[in-house]
């Protein structure tokens, strides 16, 4: 047998490839290879990998890792594959001016490779997000890259790519970016340090300022999404193919700069005409106003949900609405429209508390999501425990009515432990507080609680009715990865994965945690293994 291998470092990527040639053994033969590990070791962890290609069976030819970033840059760099990771190469000197120094009066640390999105319409296609003024178009899968400048002259590691890329029209890119403002000192406390909102319909070659189209009509863009992506259970859409939802500050004066809280300021709007006031639907309007308030727009499916400031004096319709007792700027109330944001109802939830927050994660088939709230508790050692409860919706509602699903849901540095398991409809994962981590209400907050060791990953298969604890492995790589006590009994032990809330860069669940008794596997004290 050949001799044991040393494991690779920490900061190894170790992909592995799926076709191996077969080798014959018999008298006089040697025994058969085992496939090869191949590896290569890259300057700085990795943090995520993407997969291109041509369709059919060869879709994962082509493959892209992104590295944390060295010291002195916000952006990592960026390794590619193009024979389906059985070699690597340091892609990033193919990104002409990754790593040049930033422009005049920006920080020296913006350069560098943020991300990377491979387009699902052209699998040979890939845009790269760079931190500066740049960003890279490939066609052939990553053998070459053409540098493109970023929207307005803006700065790269402040645009949002969050549903930028169209569903049905492959050459089109949406994008919000902060304004050259913020780049001066003191811009980013500034109201001129705003958003604009910018789309390209060549792939990221030339951009067009919405802000600009509107010819005033809008001072500063907030959230978007394509209209487009409003689908039907057969993945028809609803709306024209140039229908944007955004929500926006109409009124200069009441812009408040890049993080302006819950403002009653901010409307949820529509376009169909990239909010160009001539040749659009609305007359000669660059948009209409679809719900006064509405701060946050996410498309799921079939339904439209729009977050707006629960002190909002009006419904999304535009009809008077009264504040729930005790209501402060900070709380926030959550509508959801299943036609196309024509009419809105409001979103029920089984509880008294007031909200803070909300984060969606999708269903399998779209056309719902399961609710991760963050709730304003009175009571204070429930504010304090960083954790809130998972709600699932309703069936012939609309997607206004919701019951709990699961409580006590991990959640801190803005992330929940809640992911869907992909190509398994029903499956969740999540990460819970045990009961005993929440001192009794009305005990209040006595000092710092070591949430992390009070911690238990849950599993769910059907769409949040049921959780249970993962199965834990029978068999080990190394005894040391099993740190159940000798004569445990069946229930006792469980694996326990880290989650979104313990990543500082993407928020995707790794399969990194650890198998312990009383949930005790996720401390920092204690070393995590990886299961597959």
């Known amino acids: 047998p050949a001799p044991a291998r040393r494991p690779p470092p920490a900061s190894a990527a170790t992909p592995r490839s799926s076709r191996s040639r077969a080798v014959k053994s018999g008298p006089g033969r040697p025994p058969p290879r085992q496939p090869p590990r191949f590896q290569v070791t890259t300057q700085t962890p990795v943090t995520d ?184 259970a057969s993945g028809a859409a609803l709306t024209p193919a140039t229908r944007i939802f955004a929500t926006a500050y109409t009124d200069p004066a009441a812009v408040k700069g890049p993080y302006p809280g819950w403002d009653a300021n901010i409307h949820f709007v529509s376009s169909d005409s990239l909010f160009k006031p001539s040749g659009s639907r609305f007359g000669r ?62 979103v029920c939830l089984p509880s008294r508390e007031l909200d803070l927050g909300y984060s969606l994660t999708k269903t399998h088939d779209s056309r719902s999501a399961l609710l991760a709230v963050n709730h304003d508790e009175a009571d204070p050692a429930a504010a304090a425990a960083p954790a809130g409860p998972v709600y699932a919706p309703g069936g012939g509602d609309g997607g206004s009515v919701y019951s709990l699903s699961l409580p006590r849901a991990r959640a801190k540095h803005g992330a929940t432990d809640l992911s869907r398991v992909e190509g398994w409809p029903g499956a969740f994962l999540a990460n819970q507080l045990d009961e005993g981590a929440m001192p009794p209400p009305g005990a209040g907050h006595k000092g710092r609680v070591a949430y992390d060791s009070r911690v238990r990953t849950r599993a769910t298969f059907n769409g949040g009715g049921r959780w249970a604890d993962l199965t834990p492995p029978t068999t080990f790589a190394h005894a040391a990865c099993d740190r159940c006590p000798p004569g445990a009994t069946g229930g006792e032990c469980a694996l326990h994965l880290h989650g979104p809330s313990r990543w500082e860069w993407k928020r995707e669940w790794v399969g990194e945690g650890g198998l312990a008794a009383r949930a005790r596997a996720l401390t920092p004290r204690h070393p995590s293994s990886f299961f597959l």
Request: a neutral charge; one cysteine or more.
């Open 49 to 232: 990998l993407a997969w291109a290609g041509a369709t059919g069976g060869d879709s994962d030819r082509f493959v892209f890792a992104t590295t944390e970033p060295p010291v002195g840059a916000v952006g990592g760099r960026l390794w590619w594959s193009g024979d389906y990771g059985r070699s690597w190469l340091d892609a990033t000197d193919r990104l002409d001016g990754a790593f040049e120094a930033p422009p005049a009066g920006a920080p020296a640390t913006l350069k560098g490779v943020v991300d990377v999105f491979p387009q699902k319409l052209n699998p040979l296609r890939a845009f790269v997000q760079g931190a500066g003024r740049h960003h890279w178009v490939t066609d052939d899968g990553g053998a070459t890259f053409t540098r493109v400048a970023a929207p307005g002259d803006t700065l790269g590691w402040y645009a949002d790519f969050k549903g930028a890329f169209h569903p049905t029209k492959g050459d089109w890119i949406l994008t919000k970016a902060r304004r050259t403002a913020c780049v001066v000192a003191g811009g980013a406390s500034s109201p001129a340090c705003a958003h604009d909102l910018f789309v390209s319909q060549d792939f990221g070659r030339t951009w067009a300022n919405l802000t600009a189209n509107s010819k005033g009509a809008i001072a500063a863009f907030v959230d978007f999404d394509w209209g487009a992506a409003l689908t039907t």
């Open 285 to 346: 309007a660059s948009h209409r106003v679809a719900a006064a308030c509405g701060n946050q727009v996410e498309v799921v499916g079939a339904s439209l949900y729009v977050a707006m400031p629960a002190t909002c004096p009006t419904h999304p319709d535009g009809s008077p609405r009264v504040p729930p007792p005790g209501v402060s700027r900070s709380n926030v109330s959550l509508y959801v429209s299943g036609d196309g944001g024509s009419s809105f109802q409001q």
